[in-house]
């Protein structure tokens, strides 16, 4: 190659394709090289991409806070207050089948049970039964007034409601049995000691 055409390509500026490095090029300097033009634009793609990951990740974390929100409101929601007395009239008629007891209601923790205390034939035998209910881990009540013709109990959500009603029925004979085995004067001996309800106005004489 001569030297003038040598000259000649030397003389310019331009960018390469492949590295995007720009130069300037000059007859007896050479080549100098400039700041690339592609730096920029990929520093600028990092930060967009960058932005988009923590917009995301605020996103799923405001949906999450708002999901377990509405969760633990739902939860709230679904508690069930047993002395509501809109909730308790809905049963006062309640057909029991012939059962003494019924679920009637459940939320997360507790199963609710109504027993028909019309069942018990005597004063004697619904204090038996609620003495053994007093002694029970599995069912607990929820009302104090003997002379009721419904009490309400509750129960533990593992506990399934098969085996609440037939723990019902076995203090129910339990009951029947002792009162069947006793005088009547035995009987009231024993309700003179054991009898707490005797100053409920509610209650029989």
Do not use: C
């Amino acid at each position: 190659m001569k030297p003038e055409t040598r000259k000649q390509w030397a003389v310019g500026s331009g960018q390469s394709p492949v590295t995007g490095i720009r130069y300037r090029a000059t007859p007896r300097r050479g080549l100098r090289f400039a700041t690339t033009s592609r730096i920029a634009p990929r520093q600028g793609v990092v930060s967009a991409s960058l932005r988009h990951r923590v917009s995301r990740i605020v996103t799923l974390t405001l949906l999450l806070v708002l999901a377990s929100s509405a969760f633990a409101q739902q939860g709230v929601s679904t508690v069930i207050d047993p002395q509501d007395a809109a909730l308790r009239a809905q049963f006062r008629e309640a057909d029991f089948g012939g059962n003494l007891a019924i679920r009637v209601a459940g939320d997360p923790v507790k199963e609710y049970y109504v027993v028909d205390m019309n069942r018990f034939v005597s004063r004697f035998e619904r204090i038996w039964f609620i003495n053994l209910v007093f002694q029970s881990a599995e069912v607990v009540t929820l009302d104090h007034d003997i002379a009721a013709d419904q009490m309400w109990f509750f129960a533990p959500k593992r506990l399934p409601e098969e085996k609440a009603l037939a723990l019902f029925d076995e203090m129910k004979r339990s009951a029947d049995s002792v009162s069947n085995g006793m005088t009547e004067e035995e009987k009231a001996a024993w309700l003179q000691k054991n009898d707490k309800y005797k100053n409920n106005g509610n209650d029989e004489e």
